[in-house]
């Protein structure tokens, strides 16, 4: 109860001096308030946008290892794609054996695609439309929602039949009432395809990928007839393969074994020659991008820091000043048999107060931030961030008011008095 009883008394304190000297308070808070601000600022944007590229990599899918000519991320050199477009193109013959010998992953799909597509229905066409050609099990290695209709069934697939899923946009732009397009015919490359189903309405990509609203799925070997695709090295589009791992291979590292040795022994492998494939990952984008934006955070605390500095010299020098002016009070006061800890904490409260107000004034001016139009990047204020801004002006008081308040709990009662 006494200590309880001291700290509410070190507070009210703290209070008054502030209040008392109301100007002398402000102009100590800007250097935290802008350091703060600075920090958190800075660091809660990287989260939103990393968080929202992040979220526009989700059609990549997870548990999944993807078998390409090329690698996600690229190379370490000026020449590195030199190395990799004499590579073939991973073929449907590949695909099958694939699908047929694989014993680790749960699901295999192939996939291919193309841009700049007209897709056309009676009077209406729209254009700039991604065509997919997918094979059986590809949603599992990409939701596909469905808001009219339906999926394509493995018949479908199997069988190459002219059978179409169109985005909400396509839909939307095609047959204005929407619900008149399930069984209507649309015209692709000069191929009559029926609309089978519409996707649910996915909104804008955030770092500009196409989105699923202006895209078309059919079956991949509906797609070879429009386009040559899946025989390995003379491909005119590559085309893709995705295998989807068991939940409890951790890190689908037997996943990947099984996949390489699989395509080593498929095309004829020495052991001496290097693999004329690529295993790509999501999660490599990811890494990829984390080290960007670990820069960005350091930057944050770099600009940050300066102001926290500034700060931290502006509250000491005024914790200095308040000591000066209540000199005489705290020789009062020891004289009445207050402890020196009682004096010590009274001004630590005092600096450590002083620092949290300008922490939340740097906090709510960032959280003011959030409401500020970015586009289609939506920044939030996490929690995280918002005990880290508040940890930082804790400690920065403590180390600004340390000195100050051990000097005013070690004055002489008679001196100070005196004074």
Known sequence: MLTLRLIAESLGFAWKALKSNLLRTILSLLGVTIGIFSIIAVLTLVDSLERN???????????????????????????????????????????????????????????????QITVKSGNNGINKILLRGVGQDYEYMREVNIDRGRYLTNDEIEAGRNVVILGYEVAKALYPKMDDAIGQFVKIKNLRFKVVGINTKQ?????????????????????????NTGS???????????????????????????????????????????????????????????????VLSIAGWIIGGFSML???????????????????????????????????????????????????????????????????????????????????????GLVAGIVPAAVAARLDPVAAIRA
């Open 203 to 227: 909104g804008e990509s955030f770092i500009g990928f196409a989105s699923g609203d202006y895209e078309c799925i059919i079956p991949y070997d509906s797609f070879r007839k429009l386009y």
């Open 53 to 115: 590229i992040r979220d526009s990599f989700n059609f990549l899918g997870s548990d999944i290892i993807y078998l390409d000519k090329w690698p996600f991320t690229g190379g370490n050199t000026r020449d590195w794609w030199k190395d990799f477009i004499r590579r073939p193109n991973v073929s449907y013959n590949e695909y099958r054996f694939l699908k047929a010998n694989l014993k680790t992953g749960t699901h295999v799909s192939i996939y291919a695609f193309s841009n």
């Open 232 to 294: 390995g090295r003379w491909d005119e589009l590559g085309s893709h393969i995705g295998l989807k791992g068991n939940e409890d291979d951790l890190g689908l590292v037997l996943l990947e074994n099984e996949i390489r040795g699989s395509m080593r022994v498929k095309r004829g492998l020495k052991p001496s020659q290097k693999d004329n494939f690529s295993i790509n990952r999501p999660e490599a984008i990811a890494n990829a991008l984390g080290s960007v934006f670990d």
């Open 310 to 396: 500034v700060g931290g010299f502006g509250i000491a020098n005024i914790m200095f000043v308040s000591v000066k002016e209540r000199t005489s009070v705290i020789g009062l006061q020891k004289s009445l048999g207050a402890k020196n800890y009682f004096i010590l904490f009274q001004f630590l409260f005092e600096s450590i107060l002083l620092s949290l107000i300008g922490g939340l004034t740097g906090l709510f001016l960032v959280w003011l931030l959030t409401f500020a139009p970015f586009g289609s990047l939506q920044v939030v204020l996490s929690v995280p961030n918002i005990i880290l801004g508040l940890g930082v002006s804790s400690i920065i």
